[in-house]
C-alpha cells in the first residue's frame, strides 16, 4: 500500500488555551466573526466555566 500524497491537515491557525481544561484549542469557521470574545473550547466547558463564574 502506497502514500497517495499529503492528507488533509489545519494550516497554521491561531490558538487559544481554554479557561476551563487548560487544553489548547484552534480556530473553528464558525467563531470566524466572534474569535475575539470565545474563551472556552467546548460546550461543556462553557457550563462549567459559568457554573464556577456565577458561584464566586
Known amino acids: 500500500m502506497s502514500d ?3 492528507r488533509h491537515r489545519k ?3 491561531p490558538q487559544k488555551t481554554c479557561l476551563t481544561c487548560g487544553r ?3 480556530w473553528r469557521k ?3 466573526r466572534d474569535w475575539d470574545n470565545v ?3 467546548s460546550d461543556r466547558c ?3 466555566w459559568r457554573r464556577l ?4
Open 30 to 32: 464558525k467563531w470566524r
Open 24 to 26: 489548547p484549542f484552534a
Open 46 to 48: 462553557r457550563t462549567a
Open 4 to 6: 497517495a500524497g499529503p
Open 53 to 56: 463564574a456565577r458561584r464566586d
Open 39 to 41: 474563551k472556552t473550547c
Open 11 to 13: 494550516p497554521n491557525l
